[in-house]
């Protein structure tokens, strides 16, 4: 279970994150959403260690990982993956040493044991053989997307968070991603923080749901409870409310 | 007057800071060459990159620069009838000065433009922070094998620079405008000492440390989109430019 625990982050004294209090259950998928620019990357970049909170915790399994250091930082990154908004394919390698880049980074299995893995993910992902040799600037937004997710899943991690993992992409695209996320969520039973705000997609496959909005949690429920939630502001982002008062 | 002295002193404090921050990633980069994973395929994959992709341009450079050494020098000499002394001068001007200038200005604008505009995508394109959420060190694996590169092969491209020179300079002044062959290499052995030779490895040295530092530097701390890694790959060319001519200054006066 990952808890956070009054998170506060400032940038150039603008505050991003006033007070975070969310948990996410293990096993499960919660999906944050937010308006652009509200701080959903920010959040998540502290929870995997690439941003350090002003203050505030963040627990996973008990360890605060905001306090985390050198080797005992390593390890804890051992335990997950993150799939990027953009993917974040390696530009000077191929597909196959994309997705393989984990475990020749971490592991010491044989050269063969790693090309079985890589296409069993390139199958589970609906990618042709043929793409395992494509570099990432001749694939498609959609393509890139499945790739990040196979190099994401091949270690199979205990947590994945995914940050804006549909966005550029075209409706059945969309649709394809989500649907995978779901689907390798149903094998491997991992915990996900997704952050988006593609409404109505994300009902589809969260377990729970977070609003954040002005650097606060202001709704969080199950996916039934935020579509009925009564505060206008949740109402409005997911209804897509013309909104030209917020800057 | 005061907006003045408040903006120099600005300037000034920037100045200092980006100089500690680039000293402190020269170490942190140079201390990961000696923690495991050690990455010998990465620093050869690098040398490709930094020295094997500027030999044809070193080359090129190399052997019009002995060549005008050695037209100039002849003329030059000729009115004192010491034509007999270009082999050393064109010697000496490349071993000492030209080659490590020209070939630390040369791989600046070749291979420090391109070290700054990979990382800096990489920074822009969250490759960097890919890495980092891999448990793979960025600094490590991308900006290591760039300096210890660096400090390979530019003093390797030097020394293919001062042959190339010499032999271009041997074109013209022997072949070309007639200055015999032996007194062009007598000369040469007779006035090249160690410390000219020392002074040039050390020089190349220097300048290709600076150079690839300057260029992972500004690559990693790029911001701001395409633009950003725009304006950091035009720093990166002009900075290690000033810089090798700023310490070859310094270093030829120490070697004086």
Not at chain 1, 4 to 19: A, M, W, Y
Not at chain 2, 180 to 194: A, E, L, R, T
Not at chain 2, 222 to 250: C, F, I, K, M, P
């Amino acid at each position: 279970m990952i808890e956070i625990i009054d998170l506060h982050k400032s940038f150039n004294r603008q505050v991003v994150l006033d007070g975070i209090n969310l948990t996410i259950p293990t096993g499960e998928i919660t999906v944050v959403i937010g308006k652009s620019g509200v701080g959903k990357s920010v959040l998540l970049k502290h929870i995997i260690g690439l941003v350090r909170p002003d203050s505030g915790r963040i627990l996973v399994d008990g360890l605060d990982i905001a306090a985390l250091r050198g080797r005992k930082l390593r390890e804890f990154k051992q335990h997950f993956a993150v799939l990027f908004q953009g993917g974040a394919l390696f530009d000077s390698l191929n597909v196959f040493e994309n997705i393989a880049f984990p475990l020749r980074e971490k592991t010491r299995l044989p050269e063969g044991e790693i090309a079985g893995r890589v296409r069993l993910r390139l199958e589970q992902m609906h990618l042709a053989p043929e793409v395992e040799a494509k570099f990432p600037d001749e694939l498609s937004g959609g393509m890139k997307k499945r790739v990040a997710l196979a190099r994401a899943m091949i270690q199979e991690p205990k947590m994945i968070f995914f940050d804006e993992p549909v966005t550029g992409l075209d409706p059945p695209m969309t649709n394809t991603v989500f649907h995978l996320i779901r689907q390798t969520h149903r094998e491997s039973g991992y915990t996900a923080l997704v952050v988006a705000h593609d409404i109505p997609e994300v009902f589809s496959i969260a377990d729970h749901v977070a609003m954040l909005h002005q650097g606060r949690i202001i709704a969080h429920g199950a996916p039934e409870e935020i579509q009925r939630h009564p505060d206008p502001v949740v109402q409005s982002f997911i209804k897509g409310e013309v909104d030209f008062l917020e800057g | 007057m005061s907006n003045f002295i408040r903006k120099l002193g600005r300037w000034s404090l920037g100045l200092v800071q980006e100089a500690g921050g680039m000293m402190l990633f020269l170490l942190e980069g140079l201390a990961l060459a000696f923690v495991p994973p050690y990455r010998p395929r990465r620093i050869l994959q690098e040398i490709q990159l930094i020295g094997v992709k500027s030999t044809l341009i070193i080359l090129l450079t190399a052997a019009f620069t002995g060549m005008v050494l050695a037209l100039q020098g002849y003329y030059t000499l000729r009115r004192y009838g010491s034509e007999g002394a270009l082999g050393s001068a064109v010697a000496l001007s490349l071993i000492r000065e030209m080659g490590p200038v020209l070939t630390g200005i040369m791989v600046s604008a070749r291979a420090g433009s391109a070290v700054t505009a990979e990382i800096g995508i990489m920074r822009i394109t969250e490759q960097l922070d890919a890495l980092d959420t891999m448990a793979v060190n960025p600094m490590q694996y991308v900006v290591m094998p760039k300096i210890i590169a660096g400090i390979i092969a530019v003093p390797l491209l030097t020394a293919i620079f001062d042959v190339v020179g010499i032999l271009g300079g041997y074109l013209i002044g022997v072949v070309l405008l007639g200055v015999s062959s032996g007194s062009y290499f007598s000369g040469m052995v007779q006035s090249v000492v160690p410390l000219d030779i020392n002074g040039g490895i050390v020089k190349s040295l220097v300048f290709g440390l600076t150079i690839v530092l300057v260029a992972c530097y500004k690559g990693f701390f790029t911001e701001h989109g395409a633009e950003g890694v725009s304006r950091a790959t035009n720093q990166t060319v002009v900075l290690s430019a000033v810089l090798v001519l700023a310490w070859d200054y310094v270093l030829t006066s120490f070697f004086m």
